[in-house]
């Protein structure tokens, strides 16, 4: 196995990031919004959702998140509030700004080599389509995060007012602030 046998070369053996089109969807676009809707519901042990994602050198975005919405989401936002709709499309926001950044000044950040043609090609890091669920090397995944985090552009939060109340999501918050 070359993740073990070069633990150096890793992350590079590792990194993995799926197209926007997979994780963001517009308001306007019922087809997609269900689709993405129906990612973000599902459980995120689901290991079909690997395939979603490919072999890349880098990401635009490390996404961090909450996968439940809040305890009282429907109390606050209303009943008609779909916490995964509002997350994708908070991300087709991201990328559309990454977009347009980058054809604004060509050759800034798009998150990987290539240059993205729309913005439904942005790279995203995110854990349910990036790590192998019920794969072996989970635990070489879980142990890469910091890397995984270096080898993004930035990171976008998919911020909640219960998001700092998950230990998980205080470990990604601060390892972004390290590296």
């Not at 439940?68 to 994708?88: F, H, L, Q, T």
Request: proline letters at 4%.
């Amino acid at each position: 196995n070359k993740v073990h046998q070069d633990p150096q070369r890793a992350g590079d053996i590792l990194m993995r990031a799926a197209p926007a089109t997979t994780v963001c969807a517009e308001w306007e676009d019922a087809t997609s919004l269900d689709s993405a809707r129906v990612f973000w519901e599902t459980y995120a042990s689901d290991a079909r959702y690997y395939s979603l994602s490919r072999h890349v050198k880098k990401a635009a975005r490390f996404v961090s998140h909450s996968w439940r919405p809040p305890s009282d989401w429907a109390k606050v936002m209303g009943e008609y509030a779909n916490y995964a709709e509002i997350k994708a499309t908070e991300l087709t926001i991201v990328a559309q700004d990454i977009f347009a950044k980058a054809q604004a000044r060509p050759g800034s950040e798009v998150g990987a080599i290539e240059t993205p043609r729309s913005w439904k090609e942005v790279l995203f890091w995110v854990d349910k389509c990036c790590i192998p669920q019920g794969h072996p090397l989970i635990k070489e995944y879980f142990s890469r995060l910091e890397d995984f985090i270096q080898r993004s552009e930035g990171m976008v939060v998919l911020l909640s007012w219960q998001y700092f109340e998950r230990l998980w999501c205080i470990y990604e918050w601060a390892s972004f602030l390290v590296y």
